[in-house]
């Protein structure tokens, strides 16, 4: 997406949430950051920048559980450059990608009644948990269509922004869950060292050929990874509301 797209698409922002001038030009200067370091752009968009999108949002969310203005709006700007591009399908080639992103900036700009309608719903819509908000980002749908990615992108920065710099405090069914789960963890570490110890025995007693010792340590540690899953979202659950564990 154009500089100049990514910086329409937070303008309306300023207005609807009333912001200093000091925390807006960090959002700007967030919003394009990415695009200044020179990187592919395949590296912006699809998983990839989903991935980046994420880590910035939860950068962003540190800085605002401390009190500092300026690097959380800096961060979620960045945030929201990943959430515009992944909005965007991938081109076959360069020159389309270049052309895509010219006819976006020209219709924003055209459609802004509809960009700013689009914001507020993300606004109104706010997620408390972060795991709902990172499987929102996970799941957006890059698309073709121009008014459909501008719409979407400006749904996503509204939804972004009113999640991110959402001051409630941690529901207490969150520290409920994580107290239940603890419980829980104890058990499963203690079941998945006497399983380890089993594949373990069972690996040096049979010498089992190598490809087959390797598929069954994977595969484990594929399970735990699962099993574990419930307590890693109670756990990120609670860090998003800046309690220490
Ligand atoms: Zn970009």
């Not at 009333?18 to 030009?25: A, K, M, P, Q, S």
């Amino acid at each position: 997406m154009k500089w100049r797209t990514h910086i329409t698409l937070v303008k309306p922002i300023v207005v609807l949430l009333n912001l200093t001038i000091d925390v807006y030009n960090m959002l700007l200067v967030g919003v394009i950051a990415p695009d200044k370091l020179r990187e592919p752009f395949s590296r912006h968009h699809g998983d990839e920048g989903k991935d980046k999108a994420i880590k910035e949002m939860w950068k962003a969310r540190k800085y605002f559980l401390k009190g500092d203005q300026i690097n959380a709006y800096y961060h979620l700007g960045r945030a929201l450059h990943y959430v515009h591009d992944v909005c965007i399908g991938r081109e076959p080639s360069r020159l389309k990608h270049e052309m895509l992103e010219y006819d976006i900036d020209i219709t924003v700009r055209e459609m802004m009644d509809e960009v700013v309608e689009s914001i507020k719903q993300g606004l109104k819509n706010k997620v408390r948990d972060p795991v709902e908000l990172e499987n929102s980002i996970w799941s957006i749908k890059a698309r073709r269509d121009i008014t459909e990615i501008i719409l979407n992108a400006a749904y996503m920065t509204g939804l972004l922004v009113s999640s991110v710099l959402n001051k409630d405090l941690c529901p207490k069914e969150y520290i409920d869950s994580y107290e239940r789960r603890v419980k829980y963890e104890v058990i499963s570490i203690i079941g998945a060292g006497i399983w380890l110890g089993l594949i373990l025995e069972l690996i040096f007693s049979f010498n089992p050929p190598i490809i087959l010792s390797m598929i069954l340590i994977g595969l484990t540690y594929f399970v735990f990874k699962l099993l574990r899953k419930p307590y890693e979202d109670a756990k990120k659950r609670l860090l998003w509301y800046g309690i220490k564990i």
